[in-house]
């Protein structure tokens, strides 16, 4: 368990199905933010570190991740992410940074929970113990419709489409209101951002939620 530790800095994370433009608006956020003069981290689920990063392949790109179950799927998130709360996340929260993580715990909820059928409990409870008591000051969901997301998924040019973003439409419907259904039960933490606006005009959604959150 991580002790709660004191800190000045602010932990936001972005959650989505796949093709939700998290990653560009991450970045955006960032820069925005460093022109400002803030001590900026960002992080990605799972990996950010370099035990996480050999995790995130085993759970995207193994050749034999197809067979993988949705226990073990479940706990090598959480292994990730239980690395990266002590390595990055926490010591850039004590020095006052702000970061801003690409995925955390809400999606092992949502993808392993609701999207694999796997017991809330069991969930909850590993998911508390891989990050103790670093939990997000904010999270944005940028929501897409799952057609969307799926033809951005389809439209990239770079490389195939990973384990995670090949799965059929059912399952990203599942995850799409998976993160609807969180958010309207804690409003308090969540903000749900529509994505099929332009860059700018997401971009503008999200700092009206971040700007009052890292005041003061």
Known sequence: MVKKAAHTG????????????????????AERLQRMGRDVVTVREPGGTEIGEQIRNIIVHNSKGDEMCPETELLLFAAARAQLVREAILPALVRGAIVLSDRYLDSSTVYQGIGRNLAPDPVNQINRFAVGNVMPDL??????????????IHQRASDLPD????QNIDFYNKIREGYLVLAK????????????KSEAATEKSIWEAVKSRITG
């Open 163 to 166: 384990r995670m973003e090949r």
């Open 185 to 196: 039960g804690m409003p308090g933490r969540f903000v749900v951002v529509d994505g099929r």
């Open 139 to 152: 999270t944005i969901v940028i929501d897409v419709p799952t057609k969307v997301g799926l033809a951005r």
């Open 10 to 29: 602010k932990l936001i994370s972005f959650e989505g199905s796949e093709g939700s433009g998290k990653t560009s608006q991450i970045a955006r956020l």
